[in-house]
């Protein structure tokens, strides 16, 4: 085995695809992908093709929930875990209001889980949905996140990931889990759903 063994949950997605492919050449690794191919903007096998179809990727095409029910018991499972997995995009939210945020936290929850019981470091995307609107343009991670007093499906998908950065930066005050939060900002590129 390979001497970083890479978990990419949402790696056949817009962002998972650039990951994959700033990772699959480097040394000495080997790169798994959990993806239920729900947001995915590829064909996952034309995408694995392009790469050379390297031996040291494989893939589930399944839910994280899926994934963790049949590998949550194993040690080592994984050194490193990108969890990317989410539903994203205005048409995709749509489709899951109501549902949305229970499904970030689990998932979180459920990688979180996999990442203390293989001794793996954890990097959770979130979104700079957490944020609202804002101020002129400008966000700081240290701005009270403040929650609208309107409704929406889209501020459920915040909600949902606020929530479960809480709860991560909480499991892992009180466990050995490392992880870490990204927030991405407006990233645009190949690959990109047009929804």
Do not use: M, Q
């Given at each position: 085995m390979a001497g970083r063994n890479i978990l990419i949950t949402g790696?056949?997605?817009?962002?998972?695809?650039?990951?994959?492919?700033?990772?699959?050449?480097?040394?000495?690794?080997?790169?798994?992908?959990?993806?239920?191919?729900?947001?995915?903007?590829?064909?996952?096998?034309?995408?694995?093709?392009?790469?050379?179809?390297?031996?040291?990727?494989t893939y589930d095409i399944c839910s994280v929930e899926e994934y963790c029910a049949h590998h949550a018991k194993f040690p080592n499972a994984a050194s490193e875990i990108y969890h990317l997995a989410s539903v994203v995009g205005?048409?995709?939210?749509?489709?899951?209001?109501?549902?949305?945020?229970?499904?970030?936290?689990?998932?979180?929850?459920?990688?979180?889980?996999?990442?203390?019981?293989s001794g793996a470091r954890l990097v959770d995307v979130s979104t700079s949905e957490v944020y609202g609107g804002g101020r002129n343009g400008y966000c700081s991670e240290k701005d009270v996140k403040i929650i609208p007093p309107k409704n929406s499906i889209r501020l459920?998908?915040?909600?949902?990931?606020?929530a479960a950065e809480v709860a991560l930066i909480n499991k892992s005050s009180v466990s050995p889990l490392e992880s870490v939060i990204v927030r991405p900002f407006n990233i645009a590129g190949p690959r990109q759903s047009p929804a």
């Open positions: 790696g056949f997605g817009f962002i998972g695809t650039h990951l994959v492919e700033a990772l699959i050449g480097c040394n000495d690794i080997h790169i798994h992908i959990v993806d239920n191919l729900s947001t995915s903007p590829v064909d996952h096998e034309a995408f694995l093709e392009k790469l050379g179809k390297p031996e040291n990727l205005p048409v995709g939210v749509l489709r899951h209001g109501g549902d949305i945020a229970k499904s970030i936290v689990d998932d979180t929850f459920r990688i979180a889980s996999l990442a203390e019981n459920e998908y915040a909600v949902g990931k606020l």
